[in-house]
């Protein structure tokens, strides 16, 4: 039954707490990424009691740090997982149809390159084989290039180094964005998300776990949470919760670089040859083109999670090896890095190993699932709650979430809700596309307070709206998980701290120094991803 009191609000922080230290739980999950969000959102639609924790926002780790897509799987044909790439390819059918205001379809160029990677033959054959099990079909099936046709669809392609190319299909989102949708969904359907919460002790009986001891990173208060299983779904910090001797990952690091549409004014996303042995994405966005990623070694014992030097030039190298650009490091406006959790494989390296998932039952009753990627979290979060289901002797349903949409309407039947509004097209598009059917509620907030703020009660309006419906707790979270502004939007982001102000300060009833701990926090982390070591 869905809950009529909205707890995924950060005006309800207190009460939210407050019922989950008293309840007693099916399932805990530790981790409020893509993965954690999938499973409190399967776990409550067949009927479990669910409480989520995250210790920071949620999806503020590596599930908004990747590059943006439903992967079709096209690099995993290379290791022979054909297995993979029918699940990711029927994936991508599914998420569009649960939530296409996030997943959309996207026309990929290959460019074919004379010292590149693949030739025509091995391209035409991999790409057929990836339509057949990713199930595309139609328009969107792979459609090979002359040289000619592949230098029109892109003109900054260096002439002398293509021999030919092709489009195939994958399908673009917002990685943060569809992590907190589904986390509103699974909230709306009766589980307990929470963030800001960390895990931090395990409580025992009988050497099984039967709860967790947190530690609220707003109060600063001790939160014990009880439940019959706990889940642990942390990826990149997985081994970091279970504290054992052998870990199970390994991790790799993977960083975008992000630049002005005007200095690289590329016609469409691009998966072309990195210098190396790789190959790389350019996708553009608005006004902004993002390029990535790196896949190298990381090892949180000796390095912090900060974006080096060399790994910015490895991708600009090889961007101004096969596009008629010069790009340059001042040109970069921003970037992000993130942490991949890869399953051991015996002595490969992270770029060989592949994303498969694999969950662990350990005897002390903590199920852990690890590995996997953005476009599979569904079907993990499928095969983990079969797992719970079991343990606890629940009477056996199906997954739900294969249908279980993450919006109410579609695009036309929201601009019919606002033709009242007054709002120019370009806002109405742009702010669907990042809220949805939810964008509503935006708007109506606009429209009462319009005449008091000008050019930025509409930005003022998302920020009444996503503290009072999406758990978002200060200026970071907003500008990063919420909206993404703070990858490709900074210039905006420094323009508005003035004028948003006011406002902000009396919605959250914060004084001047809050404010300023607040902004400072914002502008710490711009710093970060805008200057390399």
């Known amino acids: 039954m869905d809950r009529k009191i909205n707890l995924f609000s950060s005006n309800r922080r207190k009460e939210l707490i407050q019922k989950i230290s008293s309840d007693y739980f099916d399932v805990v999950v530790i981790g409020g990424g893509i993965t954690g969000a999938g499973i409190c959102l399967d776990a409550i639609s067949r009927g479990l009691n669910v409480c989520l924790v995250e210790m920071n926002d949620f999806a503020s780790g590596t599930s908004s740090k ?24 029927t994936e991508r059918a599914i998420l569009h149809n649960i939530a296409p205001h996030i997943v959309k379809p996207q026309r990929m160029l290959l460019p074919i390159s004379r010292d590149g990677k693949l030739n025509r033959l091995t391209t035409s054959l991999a790409l057929t084989i990836y339509d057949y099990l990713a199930g595309v079909k139609g328009s969107e099936k792979k459609k090979m290039l002359s ?10 392609l260096i002439d002398k180094k293509i021999i030919g190319g092709a489009l195939y299909s994958e399908y673009r989102t917002d990685d943060s964005r ?36 947190c530690r609220d990173k707003l109060s600063e208060k001790n939160v014990l949470v009880k439940s019959k299983i706990l889940v642990n779904a942390s990826g990149a910090w997985t081994d970091d919760v279970l504290k054992e001797k052998n870990k199970k990952l390994i991790l790799s690091k993977g960083i975008h670089i992000v630049v002005p549409l005007g200095k690289f004014p590329i016609k469409q ?20 083109v993002y390029i990535g990623t ?42 992000w890095v993130g942490l991949r959790p890869l399953i051991k494989e015996n002595k490969k390296n992270v770029s060989e190993i592949s994303r498969k998932d694999e969950i662990f039952d350990s005897k ?36 739900q979430t294969k249908d279980l949409k993450l919006f109410e309407f579609h695009y036309d039947n929201f601009i019919n809700q606002t033709k009242d509004l007054k709002i120019s097209s370009h806002d109405l598009s742009k702010i669907y596309n990042v809220y949805g059917d939810n964008a509503i509620e935006i708007f109506r907030i606009h429209k009462r307070i319009d005449s008091n703020y000008k050019d930025y009660s509409l930005l003022i309006s998302e920020i009444i709206y996503c503290f ?32 948003i102000k006011k406002p902000y300060k009396e919605l959250k009833n914060i004084n001047e120094d809050q404010w300023r701990k607040e902004s400072e926090e914002l502008k710490k982390y711009i710093f970060e991803i805008t200057n390399f070591i």
């Not at 943006?68 to 990711?88: A, D, N, P, T």
């Not at 592949?150 to 003109?155: C, F, G, M, N, V």
């Not at 998300?193 to 050497?207: D, S």
């Open 66 to 89: 990747s590059t943006k897509l439903i992967h079709g799987g096209l690099r995993y044909l290379e290791q022979f997982k054909f297995k993979l790439v029918h699940e990711s390819g």
């Open 147 to 156: 040289k000619k046709d592949t230098i029109e669809r892109e003109p900054l």
């Open 364 to 399: 002390n009753g903590l199920i852990t699932i690890a590995g996997g990627k953005l476009t599979g979290y569904r079907k993990m979060a499928e095969r983990v709650v079969n797992v719970l289901l079991k343990k606890l002797d629940f009477s056996s349903k199906k997954s």
């Open 294 to 335: 790196t896949d190298t070694f990381f090892d949180r014992k000796k390095e912090k999670l900060l974006i080096k030097k060399k790994e910015v030039d490895y991708l600009i190298k090889s961007l101004n090896n096969f596009f008629l650009v010069n790009i340059k490091e001042k040109d970069i406006t921003s970037s």
């Open 468 to 499: 009072k419906n999406e758990m978002c707790h200060n200026l970071l979270d907003f500008f990063s998980q919420r909206n993404s502004m703070v990858y490709f939007e900074i210039d905006k982001i420094m323009k508005s701290l003035n004028f």
């Open 269 to 288: 996303s691009v998966y072309f040859d990195a210098i190396d042995s790789r190959m790389l994405f350019a996708i553009p966005r608005d006004k902004m």
């Open 178 to 213: 569809l992590t907190i949708e589904i986390l509103k969904k699974a909230s709306a359907l009766g589980a307990f998300p929470v963030n800001y919460l960390k895990a931090e002790k395990f409580i025992y009986e009988n050497e099984i776990i039967v709860g967790i001891n």
